[in-house]
């Protein structure tokens, strides 16, 4: 089909989806920095937002190396066919390179979260630094907000999915689901419908179809648009917020300008002073980040807040245990993080 030749030459009017698709991913491509901007991969399902954003992309960025990348999941059979079509169109739509990557689906979580880590880890590896375009949408980033908010996360998860978190970008965030429907319509091009987008088991699909236009009667259009500005607002909150937890973590490392040595950065010990004249809110800030440097994973609100404990609620308790079989302890005035085999003594834990 060529789409992205014969809709330039023509110069028809009447392609506004495709043409707001075009410039968002224009306008994303500016906000990247310069070393990051010399080729592009662009992440295709096969399904209409990931389609008219790889259209974009190619028709947007012609004087870069653009690369389509399609994940197989092989978890459905036919499920090679869905990614050769999607890697077929994605050449038609004036992609130069496509990619399909087989990938194999095992771990916690059921099929579902062990596919999503199996593409994210295939899509960077694939893409070796260049940023990966996924085509997230702004109904993707309300859905994300309220199931957030129905689990009581914290600011973080409220904040949603970041334009650009590298190697991920979303140039799509601003925009909505029905403008990228409206794209490939105009392209000419029939998406795939994932199976699994009208399943009314999945709680996004129960948001998207029921909370939201119930949400919207009573508040009126636009909730997607507003709980997506309310995301962005927070994002920039929070990011102040984790900026001023890493200078006290820095603090309570004690850290010189030149930073902290090799060994103190895997495994520092914390001034459990300098900790307690800060915000609960900094500390868990700074807390969290020690703890994911230490390398223990899966950090529950919970887990946070013992750890807290031990600096603001100190009654000469034991260790906390974190996942991962880490434990976090204070003595002498120092937090310090170790795994639990190197033998504390844990006089209490909280799992
Ligand atoms: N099989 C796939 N191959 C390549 N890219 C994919 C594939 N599935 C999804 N993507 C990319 O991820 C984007 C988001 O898709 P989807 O919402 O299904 O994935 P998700 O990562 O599970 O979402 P979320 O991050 O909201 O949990 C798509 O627009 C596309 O860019």
Request: with cysteine; hydrophobic share 40%.
């Amino acid at each position: 089909m060529g789409a992205a030749g014969p809709l330039t030459a023509s110069g028809r009017s009447g392609f506004h989806a495709v043409a707001a698709v075009r410039k968002a991913v224009r306008e994303f491509m500016r906000t990247l920095p310069e070393s990051a901007a010399e080729s592009l991969c662009v992440a295709v399902s096969g399904g209409a937002d990931s389609l008219a954003l790889a259209e974009a992309a190619a028709y947007t960025c012609r004087s870069l190396p653009v690369t389509a990348l399609v994940v197989d999941h092989g978890l459905q059979t036919g499920s090679d066919e869905v990614a050769e079509k999607a890697a077929a169109t994605a050449r038609e739509l004036g992609v130069g390179e496509v990619r399909v990557l087989p990938v194999s689906v095992s771990g916690r979580g059921g099929p579902e979260a062990a596919a999503r880590r199996a593409r994210y880890a295939a899509l960077r590896e694939a893409s070796a630094g260049a940023p990966v375009l996924l085509g997230h949408t702004r109904d993707d980033q309300a859905e994300t907000v309220l199931l957030g908010l129905g689990r009581g996360s914290g600011p973080r998860s409220i904040a949603g999915m970041r334009p650009y978190d590298p190697p991920w970008g979303r140039p799509l965030l601003g925009l909505p689901r029905a403008t990228t429907r409206a794209a490939c319509d105009e392209l000419g091009i029939v998406p795939w419908q994932d199976p699994h987008n009208s399943d009314s088991r999945y709680r996004r699909v129960r948001i998207r179809e029921e909370a939201l236009p119930t949400l919207e009667d009573v508040l009126g259009g636009g909730v997607a648009g507003a709980l997506a500005r309310t995301a962005a607002q927070l994002r920039e909150d929070v990011d102040v917020l984790d900026d001023l937890g890493e200078e006290l973590l820095a603090a309570a490392r004690g850290d010189t300008c030149g930073g902290a040595d090799e060994g103190r950065r895997t495994a520092p010990e914390l001034s459990v002073p300098v900790l307690e004249s800060a915000p609960g809110a900094l500390r868990r800030r700074a807390l969290r980040s020690w703890l994911l440097g230490a390398g223990v994973r899966e950090l529950t609100d919970a887990h946070l807040r013992s750890v807290d404990a031990l600096v603001a609620d100190w009654r000469g308790q034991g260790g906390v245990w974190l996942p991962g079989d880490f434990e976090a302890s204070r003595a002498r005035g120092k937090l310090r993080v170790e795994p639990a085999a190197a033998g504390i003594i844990t006089t209490s834990h909280h799992r």
